[in-house]
């Protein structure tokens, strides 16, 4: 069974340009969450999506934004990129409540 | 503010036991769970508890008390391999871990 998928593994962008993020779930996983990770500020939740629908959103700025298609595949969006930005972006799914999260290799974005 | 403190670091020998203590302050929140990450690797998901009490899954068991705000992740057994960082999260009421601990880094030595 494939794990969850995340593209592309690495990124490297400059300032002020946006970037999408790419995350398949495991086949059957209906919730997708995405986290930030640093080394300054640790993981932080980002947005979590269920079934089409944003659930929950971290406190992150509006740049900051996600969706999440009918095959539950979800897309993250960045826009104007700060160099604050580059971290590790790891997305998560589960089945559903209470089940346990799958994490994703993630996406490492660095900004020039 | 919303936090959950966790020691930095721990050290340990193999076969010994050590426990990962996490305390929070956090509104709204439905549960405690536990994951680990090797470098440069991904999260893996340990254990969740919803409720107080202990939750064993092997080598690991997990504990949580509401009325303390507090848990901790128990490893017994110690490997080698079972260095790596573990962080504790609350989550919400779909078991969605919102806002994690700064993370502990176990070492396991010879």
């Known amino acids: 069974k494939a794990g969850v998928t995340q593209t592309p593994r690495y990124l490297i962008k400059t300032r002020g340009q946006q970037v999408t993020l790419s995350c398949s779930p495991i086949?059957?996983?209906?919730?997708v969450s995405w986290y930030q990770q640093t080394p300054g500020q640790g993981l932080q939740f980002l947005f979590e999506y269920f079934s089409e629908t944003q659930r929950n959103k971290g406190n992150f700025p509006g740049r900051f934004s996600g969706r999440q298609f009918s095959n539950s595949r979800s897309e993250m969006n960045v826009s104007t990129l700060e160099l604050g930005d580059s971290a590790l972006y790891l997305c998560?799914?589960?089945?559903?409540?209470?089940?346990?999260?799958?994490f994703g290799d993630g996406t490492r974005l660095s900004i020039l | 503010g919303q936090s959950l403190e966790q020691p930095s670091e721990v050290t340990a020998v193999e076969g010994a036991i050590v426990q990962i203590n996490c305390t929070y302050q956090t509104s709204g929140f439905y549960g405690l769970s536990w994951y680990q990450q090797h470098d440069g690797g991904a999260p893996t998901f340990l254990s969740y508890?919803?409720?107080?009490g202990l939750e064993e899954t092997g080598r690991f068991s997990s504990f949580l008390s509401r009325s303390d705000s507090y848990g901790y992740l128990l490893l017994q057994e110690l490997q080698m391999k079972d260095s790596a960082s573990y962080f504790c999260a609350a989550a919400n009421q779909a078991g969605t871990a919102l806002i994690f601990g700064k993370g502990t880094t176990l070492s396991v030595s010879s």
């Open positions: 998560a799914s589960s089945r559903g409540p209470n089940q346990p999260q799958h």
């Open positions: 508890n919803a409720l107080d």
């Open positions: 086949s059957g996983h209906r919730s």
